[in-house]
């Protein structure tokens, strides 16, 4: 990777910690105490990171399941098709879900999950995102645990990517198109 090709940083390493840090004291507040353990699934692969960070400051009984997706085929833009690639282990039915993604920018593919995730029948489906692109919303999406409102730009780092590169930086930039 060069560092010519992010052109600036969206969220610091800094701000990265403390935005998850603030996320797990609000989930932890508004969880409070269940008679079961919370649900946290994650959509992969963007959020496998930004998740496991999330889960570690979480201060009540929790359990982790993931979800793929597709909806992108072969391209760079969503197809609105959304196919189940890998399913979750357990059922959600009559338990508390909190799902969390990477990045909410049109909310197309993302409102199709909530409503596939509803159609089980949680006790409650509540919703948090590391990054909303809320200039890029074409569907309404009531996001319950917001991360950072970024500009609608192309963002990767901190699990986001651009054909399988970036992942892995510490922060989120703006990759440069050329």
């Known amino acids: 990777m060069k560092d010519h090709e992010i052109t600036k940083t969206l969220v610091s390493e800094d701000e990265v910690k403390k935005t998850v840090q603030r996320l797990g004291a609000e989930i932890t507040t508004h969880y409070g105490q269940l008679d079961k353990e919370l649900i946290v699934i994650g959509l992969l692969r963007g959020s496998?990171?930004?998740?496991?960070?999330?889960?570690?400051?979480?201060?009540?009984?929790?359990?982790?399941?993931?979800?793929?997706?597709?909806?992108y085929g072969d391209g760079?833009?969503?197809?609105?098709?959304?196919?189940?690639?890998?399913?979750?282990?357990?059922?959600i039915e009559d338990r508390d879900v909190l799902?969390?993604?990477?990045?909410?920018?049109?909310?197309?593919?993302?409102?199709?999950?909530i409503r596939m995730m509803?159609?089980?029948?949680?006790?409650?489906?509540?919703?948090?995102?590391?990054?909303?692109?809320?200039?890029?919303?074409?569907?309404?999406?009531?996001?319950?645990?917001?991360g950072v409102d970024i500009p609608n730009e192309f963002a990767v780092g901190y699990g986001l990517d651009y054909a399988q590169r970036y992942r892995n930086l510490p922060y989120v930039g703006v990759l440069n198109p050329g």
């Open 76 to 91: 760079t833009v969503s197809t609105g098709d959304v196919k189940v690639v890998m399913d979750l282990d357990s059922s």
């Open 48 to 71: 496998f990171i930004f998740m496991a960070d999330l889960v570690r400051q979480i201060k009540i009984p929790l359990v982790v399941d993931f979800l793929t997706l597709s909806s």
């Open 118 to 146: 509803g159609n089980r029948n949680p006790r409650s489906l509540k919703i948090c995102t590391f990054l909303n692109k809320p200039e890029a919303r074409v569907v309404d999406i009531k996001i319950d645990f917001c």
């Open 99 to 113: 799902l969390v993604e990477d990045i909410v920018d049109t909310g197309r593919t993302f409102s199709k999950v």
